[in-house]
């Protein structure tokens, strides 16, 4: 049995699974029952894409779709071929038959025929489809009590940001995620944010450009006040609070979860010169290199924060001047942050704290093989001098990091190096207020 019904948007429930790349998995739910066998539908799906349309209902196949768009000037000639239509031209209104739309052919009333547009057609509401359709055919092997259909649709992206605001040895931390819509509408929809990282395959549809997006609450539903997560396979999906109408307007903002403290620590650090690899050269002349400005948000399991897992964004750090006006003082970016991992982060280079180093000493040299019938090797041996000046009212402590791939070894250094990995290895310096320390050290690399 064949049943044909036109379901206007408003009958429908709509759920909204957001990806961060513009991908959006739209559930529709329909109150109209489905009969024991095929079922014909013309639903109003925005962005729809019939390829990846499909019914989470396991009782239910789909046998074809069809997508219909809103009608432009030509697809409603194309669908008046045969019909006589008024034409605006100017302060006249005429009628003509529409012949053929390509090459333009209109008969006028006394059969005399047009090669070119009579003027601007007015058209008869029952020609011009004013919203997106979509023409589905539908298998259920037994009756249904409602329609439930899915697709994939683009033109949707979120992004999450996290405001961190540091007092002193620890920080107040509030999580944020924005919305924009480049084509998709929806009324009254439940909105999920989907973080992770998810593969792509399929290419998108082209991009429109940006309108934004307004996402208002429906009057008289009760909301909460933060998102809440769960996880789902390898992402975790973020549900909105109340139901959201998506039309192109303004961005909207939602809180990701509730203000939480955790510690923080700030490190200095100044970057290496070794390459990771190759050979290093000769350079006399002393270089000014950057302190970068470090922090690490510290995230303990069972705490509120920590067990928190954090979707990739923006962190943008605020301190308090002497008047209490908060000021931004840096922003870096995360990954994806798994509940229990602290948050790393680098925001910046340092004013008041500056680094020069100096290479001291060069030689290059060919060594004998470790074994008879090997090549001849080669090691350069290089020693540097790095000043660190604190302007500050206090002291710093400054780490000067050195990273290096395959065999390479500090032989000698003014203050002794610590060890943190099978490549990298650190000089911790004190630097008084108002002064400067110095480091010496000598590197070897083999070949």
């Known amino acids: 049995m064949a049943l044909v019904l036109l379901v206007p948007a408003a009958a429908a429930q709509t759920s909204l699974s957001i990806y961060r790349d513009g991908r959006v998995v739209v559930r529709r739910t329909l109150p109209q029952a489905l009969e024991r066998g095929r079922n014909s539908l013309t639903l109003r799906l925005d962005a729809f894409d019939p390829a990846t349309f499909f019914s ?93 259909v899915a697709y994939v649709a683009q033109g949707v992206t979120w992004e999450a940001l996290y405001h961190v605001l540091l007092l002193g040895a620890r920080a107040s931390i509030t999580g944020t995620a924005t919305v924009n819509s480049q084509t998709l509408r929806a009324d009254s929809a439940e909105v999920q944010l989907v973080a992770g990282a998810i593969r792509r395959t399929r290419p998108g549809a082209p991009p429109i450009p940006m309108e934004g997006v307004m996402m208002r609450a429906r009057a008289g539903v009760a909301q909460d006040a933060y998102a809440a997560e769960e996880g ?152 540097y001098r790095v000043t660190i000046a604190n302007a500050k009212a206090t002291p710093v402590t400054v780490d000067i990091r050195e990273a290096r791939f395959g065999d390479w070894k500090i032989t000698q250094s003014s203050v002794p190096a610590e060890k943190l990995s099978s490549t990298e290895s650190r000089f911790r310096l004190t630097v008084p207020a108002g002064g400067a320390a110095t480091l010496t050290y000598t590197v070897q690399i083999e070949s």
């Open 232 to 383: 789902v396979g390898e992402t975790h999906v973020y549900q909105l609070p109340g139901r959201l109408t998506v039309e192109p307007s303004v961005p909207v903002t939602t809180a990701l979860f509730p203000r939480s403290t955790a510690p923080v620590v700030q490190e200095l650090i100044v970057p290496g010169v070794l390459p990771w690899r190759g050979w290093i050269g000769q350079n006399p002349e002393p270089d000014r290199v950057p302190v970068q400005v470090w922090y690490t948000l510290r995230r303990a399991r069972n705490t509120a924060f920590g067990d928190r897992p954090l979707p990739a964004g923006t962190v943008q750090l605020y301190q308090a001047d002497a008047s209490g006006r908060v000021q931004l003082i840096g922003e870096a970016s995360n990954t994806h942050t798994a509940p229990g991992r602290d948050l790393r982060l680098q925001s910046g280079d340092a004013f008041d704290v500056t680094a020069e180093r100096v290479q001291t000493d060069f030689n290059q040299e060919v060594i004998p093989p470790a074994q008879r019938g090997m090549s001849q090797r080669q090691r350069v041996t290089a020693a």
């Open 56 to 148: 989470p209902d396991t009782a239910v196949a789909v046998l074809s779709a069809t997508a219909r768009f809103p009608s432009a000037k030509g697809d409603a000639l194309a669908r008046a071929v045969g019909q006589t239509l008024s034409f605006v031209r100017g302060d006249d209104t005429i009628r003509a038959t529409v012949v053929r739309v390509d090459p333009p052919q209109y008969r006028l009333s006394d059969g005399r025929l047009l090669l070119a547009s009579p003027g601007e057609p007015l058209f008869p509401a029952g020609l011009v489809r004013t919203a997106p359709e979509a023409a589905v055919v539908l298998e259920a092997s037994r009756a249904r009590p409602r329609t439930e």
